[in-house]
C-alpha cells in the first residue's frame, strides 16, 4: 500500500491535469505498485476535496463492465467512482469539449435509487428492490492520463475517467422492463454509430449496482437513496469533438442527447 503523502502527491497530479486540462503520464509509471485500494484512496482525496468546495454526491458509476470496454482500454475488471453535482448536465445545454483532454461517451442504462443499498454482499434482489426508477443515460468520460494510457488503478485514481453525465426525462418502473434485455442505439451528428444489449453488462446492469455496492463499502461509501448509478456502457466508448451531435436511444426506455460546442 503506498503511504498517506504518497497518496496525496499523486492526487495533486490528477487534480492540475483536470484543472490546466493538460493529461500527465500515467501514475502506474512511478508506482507499479499501486493497488486498486490505492487507487480508490487518491481517487477519494480529489472528491473530499470537491465536497469542501461545495459540490454534493450526486451518485457513483461503474465503468468498464463488458468485455467490449475491457477489450478497449486494455484492463480485465470493472472500475468505479463518483458522480457529483457539477457534473451533471441538463439535456439540451451544450457541452464544453475544451474543457477536457479526450472527452468521450458512453451510453449507459441508468438507475435512480428510492432507497439506500445493503453495504455489503448485495444480491440483485436487493439490488433491484432499492430501485426506484430505470432511466435512459450517457456518461460523459475523460482521462487525465496521456493518451488513455491507463491500467486499472490509473483510472480509479483518476474517478473511474468520469467527468460529467446527463439523464434522459423518461423513468420506467423496473418491474415496468427487463433490463438484461434493453437494445441500445448510438447516433453521432444523425448517422448510426453503435448499438448493444444492456446484458453486456456483466451480464445484467443490476449485477453492477451489487458489485459496487459491496466494492466501495470498505471505504465507507455507501449508495443512498437519490443517487444516479451508471452500471456501464454495452457500446465501446466513442470519441467527442467540438460541433458532435450524440442521442442515444433505448428500447421501451426512450431516448437521450448530448452535445458539444
Known sequence: M???ETRATLAQRLWDAEADVAPIAPLTADHPDMTPDDAFEIQLVNIRRKLGAGAVVT???????????????GVDE????????????????????????????????????GSDIPPEGCSQEEAAAAIEWVVP???????????????????????????????????????????????????????????????????????????????????????????????????RAMDAAPGDSFRAEFAGLGDVTMEFN
Request: hydrophobic fraction near 45%; charge should be negative.
Open 2 to 4: 503506498l503511504n498517506e
Open 59 to 73: 451518485g457513483h458509476k461503474v465503468g468498464l463492465a463488458s468485455k467490449a470496454m475491457q477489450e478497449m482500454m
Open 78 to 113: 470493472p472500475d468505479y467512482g463518483h458522480l457529483l453535482d457539477t457534473m451533471e448536465y441538463p439535456e439540451g445545454a451544450p457541452v464544453e469539449a475544451a474543457r477536457f483532454c479526450f472527452p468521450r461517451v458512453e451510453v449507459e442504462v441508468g438507475f435512480i435509487l
Open 137 to 235: 443515460s450517457i456518461e460523459l468520460i475523460d482521462s487525465r492520463i496521456r493518451d488513455w494510457k491507463i491500467t486499472l488503478p490509473d483510472t480509479i485514481a483518476d474517478n473511474a475517467s468520469s467527468c460529467g453525465y446527463v439523464v434522459g426525462a423518461q423513468r420506467v418502473r423496473l418491474a415496468d422492463i427487463d433490463v438484461a434485455a434493453i437494445d441500445a442505439t448510438l447516433y453521432k451528428n444523425g448517422e448510426f454509430l453503435a448499438s448493444g444489449r444492456s446484458d453486456a453488462v456483466l451480464g445484467n446492469p443490476l449485477n453492477s449496482v451489487g458489485w459496487l455496492a459491496s466494492t466501495v463499502a470498505k471505504f465507507g461509501v455507501r449508495l443512498r437513496r437519490g443517487d444516479v448509478i451508471l452500471p456501464g456502457t454495452a457500446i
